[in-house]
C-alpha cells in the first residue's frame, strides 16, 4: 500500500462561495477520495488549522507521498515543519505540488530558485505530453484540453527538471513547462501546474489519472534514515 | 572587467599556527593575488568578521563572481546575507564555492538537498577531468596529482550537476564528484571541492588555473534586477 | 575570427518560384550575409550539389561552427560525409541545424533517435524564451512573434537537450521544443526550429541574432584530434 | 512477465581455455541462469552466429529487455540488425549493454558519441553506488570490490546520462563512470562496465542483483508501434 497524505491549506473553500460550490469538503477531499478509490493507496489529510499543520513527525513517518496544494497562506506555513517535510523528502518520500504550491516554502526550500511565473485569470489550457515514455504518462492522451484554467506562463524560475512530462499551451499566447520532475536527496518530486480553485479541474478523468500515475512514481522503495548526516570515515586501503 | 569578490571566514589561519604558515594573511589573499593577476579581472575581499560579512548590498552589486570558503562558522553567517547573496545569484552573479563550502548555508540554500558526503583527513588526490569539453577544464592535464587533501567522498546529496567536471579519486578507495556546475535563475555555480586548509593546495599552478576558468565560466552577461517576483501579464490574443 | 560554414541543400529555392523570390541566392547566402556582417565571423557557402558536398577534410578542418538547412534531399547527402561532419563535431565543431534538419542524416546519427515530430504548413508561431540566461538568449525579447511559419509539434522525439533555450506555440494548438541544445563529444550542437523555406524568416532581426548568439556559443575552443580512439594506458600507481 | 534476451557474441569463450572454465556454456548462459531463477522473468539467449544473429523481428517482438555482451566482433554485427535494435529500443524495448558492449554497433548508433574510453588489463575496482535512490542500486551496498577487473577510464566519450548509478574508482588510479542510464525514444538503456570475460564477475551476487534491478527499471510498460514516423496533423483551433 501507497500512504498518502493530502494536505490542503484548505482556505479559500471556505471563503469564497463560487470555490465552496466546486470543492465542498475542501481540494483535499476531492484529491483524497479518487486516490482513495485505487486498491494500491491509503488515504489520510491534514490542513493549515491543524496542530502541527497536521504534520507531525508521526504523521510523516507514516507518509510514502505527501500531494501539496496551497496558495494563499504560504508564508504561514511555519519553518519548523516546513524543514521536517524537507527532511523526509530528502529521506525519500515523494511530493507532488500542485498549481500555486510552486510558490510554497517547502518547494523554495527544496528547489532554491525564486518559482517566479507569469500568471493570468481566465484562459484554457491545452496539455501536451512531452515525455510520453515516462510513468506518469502512462495512459494519457497526447493533448488534454483544459476548458478553464489560469494561465501559467514561461519564464518559469526552475531549476532544470528531470523530466517535463507535459507542457501547458494556452490560448492567451504562453506556453508553461507544467508537468516537471525533480529528484532531491532520495526524493521524488513531481510539481503540478493544473488545478486553479475557480474550476472543477480535479474532477477531470485524465487529471486523476495523472495525479494518481504520480502518486505511483512518487513512492520510492529506497529510504534512507533521518538525520542525514556526513560521516567520517576510516580508509578502505592502505594510503 | 570580471569584478570577483573573494569571501573567507578567515577563522583556521588566525587559529592555527600549521594553517597560518601556509595562508599568513587568509585563503582569501592568496586567492585574491593569483586572480588579480589576470588582466581581465579585478578583486576585492571579505571576511566574516567585518559589517555584514563584507557583503553589503552595494559588494554584491559591484560583484560579477562570488568565491566563497567556510567551514568552521558556517552557521554564524546571517540568514539576511545568505538570502541577499542568493538573490544576486538568481540574478546572475556567479558563484564559486570551495572545498566545505559545500556546507554552507548559501550552497544549501542554493541547492537545496542535504550537501552531505563522506570525509577523512590525511589522503591524495588524483582529479580527473571527467567534462574535457568545459570551458573550465581549458588548458587542464587530463589528471592533476594533489599530494596531500582531505578525502571527500560519495554519495554526495547534491542535485544533478549540469557537469561533473571533475572527479576525484582518492588513494583510501573513494570517489567524488569534485568539480560541478550548476545553474540557479541566471546564476551559474560552480563546486570546487580541492582546498582543505592544511595543505598549500590553493598554490597549486593547475589548481589556480581552473579557479581562473571557473571565474570566467562563472561570469554572466545575462543579468535581471532584483526583486524578482511572478507577473500577472495581459493576454497576447483573443482567448 | 570564428570560421563558419554555412551548408544548404539549395534544392527548394531552384524548383519554386515562390520560394526563389525570398531567397534568390540561397537561404545559404542569406544566412551567409547576417553572419558575414558580423567582426568576428568568417563565412564560407557549401551545397549538396558540390563535389563531396563541399565539405572536404580540408574545409572541415577550416570550420569553427557548420549550419545545415536540408529538407528534401536528407538521404542524399553521402555517409562517408555524414561520417566525416559527425568525427568533427565529437572533436569540437559547432553544429547548427535549422528547421527541416531535425531530420538529416548528420543530426539522426549524432542524436540517435527518430527525431520525428508533428508537422503543420501554413500556422504562426510565438517564440519563448524558456531559458533566459543562455547566452544564445542574450538580447533577446521574451518572446518573438512570427508570422508565419510551418506548425512543428511534440512529441518531438529526441534525447534530452542540455537546455531548451526557446519554446513554440503555434496558434493551431501545438507547443514544440523549438531550440534545444546539445553536447557530443567537444562538440556543441543547437538546434533551431524556425526557417521554413516559404517565408522570409531568416531575414527577421531577432532570428538573425539567435543565429549570431548560437555561432558564439557553438564556438568552441577546445578542439581535440581526430582520429578519436580507446587508449591502452599504463598504471599511475602500483596496483 | 519480463521477456529477456540475452545477447552474446560467444566467441571468447569458445577461443580461450581460461576463458571457457569461467563460462563453460557462454557468459549468456550464466546471466540467463541467474535471471532465470527470477520469479517475473523469462529468459531467451541469442548469439552471434545464429541466423540474423538469433535477433529476428519476432524475437524483438517478443522482448521486453535485451542484454548485450559484445567485444571481439563488433563490427560483424549486421547492420540490418543494428537497426531493427534500435527501432526496437526507441518504440520501448529497454537495453542493458554490459562490460565492453559499450562499444557495439548498437550503443555507438543509439548515443553517437565515439563511446571511446581509456583501459588496462589486470587491475581491481570498487563501485561505488552514486546514485543511491535509483531502483537500480535497491539494496545494493554502498560499495562492492571487485577483485580483478579490466580497468575502464575517463574519459569515456558518452552523452550525458540521466543518471549515474555506479561510479568506479581503480587501484591503478582511475575514475569510471561505470553505471550509466539514458533514455533514447521510449526506450531505457543501461550501460554497466563491469564483467570482463576473463574475471568471474557475473558470478558476484551483487552483480547479479545489479542486472536484475537493471532489468525491472529497464523494462517498460509504455510502449509504441512501429513505424516511427513523422505526422502530418490538422489544427486543433482556427488558426
Chains 1, 2, 3, 4 share one sequence.
Not at 30 to 43: K, P, W
Not at 95 to 120: E, N, P, Q, V
Request: aromatic share 12%; hydrophobic share 40%.
Amino acid at each position: 500500500m501507497i500512504r498518502v497524505t493530502v494536505w490542503n491549506e484548505f482556505v479559500h473553500e471556505r471563503e469564497y462561495e463560487g470555490i465552496r460550490k466546486i470543492y465542498p469538503e475542501g481540494i483535499h477531499s476531492c484529491i483524497g477520495n479518487f486516490l482513495g478509490n485505487q486498491a494500491d493507496i491509503t488515504v489520510k489529510c491534514a490542513t493549515l488549522d491543524m496542530p502541527e499543520h497536521g504534520l507531525t513527525e508521526e504523521i510523516l513517518q507514516d507518509t510514502d507521498v505527501l500531494i501539496w496544494w496551497s496558495h494563499a497562506k504560504q508564508e504561514e506555513v511555519s519553518d519548523v515543519v516546513t524543514e521536517r517535510v524537507r527532511n523526509h523528502v530528502l529521506a525519500g518520500m515523494g511530493l507532488i505540488a500542485l498549481h500555486s504550491a510552486h510558490f510554497s516554502k517547502i518547494m523554495k526550500r527544496l528547489l532554491g530558485t525564486s518559482m517566479t511565473l507569469k500568471w493570468r485569470h481566465d484562459d484554457r489550457e491545452r496539455l501536451w505530453v512531452t515525455a510520453p515514455y515516462h510513468p506518469i504518462a502512462a495512459g494519457i492522451p497526447e493533448v488534454i484540453d483544459i476548458p478553464q484554467e489560469e494561465m501559467y506562463g514561461e519564464f518559469f524560475d526552475i531549476p532544470k527538471p528531470d523530466d517535463v512530462v507535459f507542457t501547458g499551451w494556452f490560448a492567451g499566447g504562453e506556453v508553461f513547462r507544467s508537468g516537471c520532475t525533480f529528484t532531491r536527496g532520495y526524493g521524488k518530486i513531481f510539481y503540478f501546474q493544473p488545478g486553479h480553485e475557480e474550476y472543477p479541474i480535479y474532477y477531470m478523468e485524465n487529471i486523476q489519472k495523472i495525479i494518481v500515475n504520480a502518486v505511483r512514481w512518487c513512492n520510492s522503495k529506497i529510504k534512507r534514515t533521518l538525520p542525514i548526516e556526513c560521516e567520517n570515515t576510516s580508509s578502505l586501503e592502505n594510503i
